[in-house]
């Protein structure tokens, strides 16, 4: 007998949540083969079994929060399922049918009552199987011997969850009906205010989401976060692009986008403004000497924000390369936790979403991200005479007022202004 367990993820991370067994109990495995996926709070990671045989137990189930170290799921010997329901059918053949008659007593009444009570709670079981609940649910209630079809829920759709079970006692009188018992149909409301709750669906956040939200409330409580914003003329760029995109795709195998113009003038502006390339650690400000930006982007459980490193090193091609990897793996779920860890600056696109302006939040313990935004023909005075109708795009940086001050805010999208508008300088940048 062996116990998977869940193994160290990340310094950052103790504990996750079961979203599916990818084995069932009774099933063969095999050493290194995925046994369930566990969802964290950046991944999902799945996770494997480091022994040969049969899944006899499982510990926890979909649903259940477990934590780094804890045991999740018993494998067994090859064939140990098998030879131990043998053992217990060969017990019973050798049995004497008089033998009941022998007991003293009548134990033969008492096991009459006792095969009589497995039947009730074989009954109970089946019933309780019926009810709509949580996988957490089931599993608490398994622990204290509770039959679901008794506990009150307060799911206006009638599932059961993990904290009904608990506040439940054998004793308590309440106005909740029992779960899978419908309920009289309530009075009409008035006009406008319907208390239909058919017409509402619930859904649980999954961890991922609930993370995000989180931490999304408290840079907001913890950071002094101010935004200023700047606009771009994007003819140079789109010229640029349009000149020299089909031999860049020949050479790079990889299309010239706007993400590598705006990652090579993001660093170069963190160069002349230290301090939005930094962050709060107590008392101290931690200037930081590397440039791996983070790249927003939208999956489907969420936004994740996977890192460019070395973004200072890297030419134009090699940071295009590095975002379609790092886009592929974040629409296939398959982001590693390296892939999201550290980053020293953000940025993040909502112009592809047809966003025109936005104030974006700081992704912690970072002091600064850059939001970019859709480009759209403005009228642009050209000089006091002349207008034209020229490609514009609003960038907005959000930062940490704590340790940047407005003067640095300006510096920065002022210089990403004038990279942008004069994109062959950013040859220049190294």
């Keep these: 007998m062996a116990e998977i367990k869940v193994p160290e993820l990340a310094e950052s991370i103790t504990e996750g949540t079961i979203a599916q067994w990818l084995k069932k109990k009774g099933e063969q495995v095999q050493k290194g083969e995925y046994v369930v996926e566990l969802e964290t709070d950046k991944v999902n990671v799945e996770i494997i079994s480091d022994y040969d045989g049969v899944l006899t137990e499982l510990l926890a189930e979909e649903g259940d929060t477990v934590k780094v170290g804890e045991a999740i799921a018993i494998v067994g010997e090859q064939g140990s399922a098998a030879g131990d329901q043998h053992s217990t059918e060969a017990g019973r053949e050798t049995e004497s049918p008089d033998e009941p008659a022998k007991h003293e007593n009548g134990s033969v009444e008492g096991q009459n009552n006792e095969n009589k009570a497995a039947a009730d709670q074989s009954s109970n079981d089946v019933a309780s199987e019926r009810i709509i609940a949580?996988?957490?649910?089931?599993?608490?209630?398994?622990?204290?011997?509770?039959?679901?079809?008794?506990?009150?829920?307060?799911?206006?759709?009638?599932?059961?969850?993990?904290?009904?079970?608990?506040?439940?006692?054998?004793?308590?009188?309440?106005?909740?009906?029992?779960?899978?018992?419908?309920?009289?149909?309530?009075?009409?409301?008035?006009?406008?205010?319907?208390?239909?709750?058919?017409?509402?669906?619930?859904?649980?956040?999954?961890?991922?989401?609930?993370?995000?939200?989180?931490?999304?409330?408290?840079?907001?409580?913890?950071?002094?976060?101010?935004?200023?914003?700047?606009?771009?003329?994007?003819?140079?760029?789109?010229?640029?692009r349009k000149k020299w995109k089909d031999r860049f795709y020949e050479e790079n195998d990889v299309r010239l986008g706007f993400m590598s113009f705006f990652t090579k003038a993001v660093v170069a502006a963190l160069k002349k403004t230290p301090y939005l390339n930094a962050e709060i650690q107590g008392d101290e400000v931690v200037l930081k000497k590397f440039y791996d930006i983070g790249v927003a982007v939208a999956a489907d459980e969420g936004l994740v924000v996977p890192v460019i490193r070395d973004a200072d090193r890297k030419n134009f091609a090699e940071i295009e390369n590095d975002i379609n990897e790092l886009a592929e793996k974040a629409r296939t779920n398959k982001l590693s936790l390296k892939d999201l860890q550290g980053g020293s600056f953000t940025i993040t696109n909502g112009g592809v979403f047809g966003s025109l302006l936005s104030t974006p939040i700081i992704n912690g313990p970072q002091v600064g991200i850059l939001g970019m935004h859709t480009i759209q023909l403005r009228p642009v005075a050209i000089d006091k005479e002349r207008m034209e109708n020229r490609p514009m795009m609003y960038i907005a940086l959000s930062y940490d007022h704590r340790i940047v001050d407005g003067k640095e805010a300006v510096t920065f999208l002022k210089r990403i202004k004038e990279l942008m508008e004069d994109p062959e300088s950013l040859l220049l940048q190294g």
């Design 134 to 240: 949580s996988p957490a649910a089931r599993k608490l209630a398994r622990e204290k011997g509770i039959d679901l079809s008794k506990v009150a829920s307060q799911d206006p759709l009638g599932r059961v969850r993990k904290q009904d079970v608990e506040s439940y006692s054998p004793g308590q009188k309440n106005n909740q009906k029992p779960a899978g018992e419908k309920t009289a149909a309530p009075k009409a409301a008035p006009a406008g205010k319907s208390d239909d709750d058919s017409r509402v669906e619930r859904i649980k956040m999954s961890r991922r989401r609930q993370t995000i939200a989180n931490r999304l409330v408290e840079v907001q409580q913890t950071a002094a976060m101010l935004t200023t914003f700047n606009e771009i003329d994007m003819t140079a760029v789109m010229e640029l």
